[in-house]
């Protein structure tokens, strides 16, 4: 079994700063892509950036591109999202995501994901 276990999620002010972690843990064979989306209230979730295990990163939502910035640290399995100046249209569920090969003895690629952490900007 894989799992992905997000942290660091919370209320700030607008101007605000958080890290948001995310470790892959489980019968894992490798990881490809990792990588955060989020979910605002009444909107469909967004792809905000992701990174591949040699390092390679993809900013796909424009807005935040120059406030966020995604990092990875593959011997802990793990993804980071700092997030700065933080505004109001960042509130949302963060959810992280793993292209995984899972388990070790037969692996199978497939894509698994966090069960969320909420973010609150908010004065």
């Known amino acids: 079994q894989v799992l992905l276990l997000e942290s660091g999620g ?5 101007g605000g700063s958080l890290r948001l972690s995310c470790e892959a843990s489980g019968s894992i064979f490798s990881i490809d892509a990792m990588g955060w989306y989020r979910q605002a209230p009444g909107k469909q979730r967004e792809m905000i950036a992701t990174v591949t295990t040699g ?7 424009t807005a935040v591109k120059d406030r966020f910035t995604i990092s990875r640290d593959n011997a802990k399995k793990t993804v980071y999202l700092q997030m700065n100046r933080l505004e109001p249209e960042d509130t949302a569920v963060y959810f992280c995501y793993g292209d995984i090969r899972a388990p070790i003895l037969r692996p199978i690629r497939q894509d698994y ?3 969320g952490t909420q973010v609150t900007v908010s004065s």
């Open 113 to 115: 994901w966090g069960q």
């Open 55 to 61: 390092g390679w990163i993809n900013y796909a939502m």
């Open 10 to 14: 919370g209320s700030v002010q607008p």
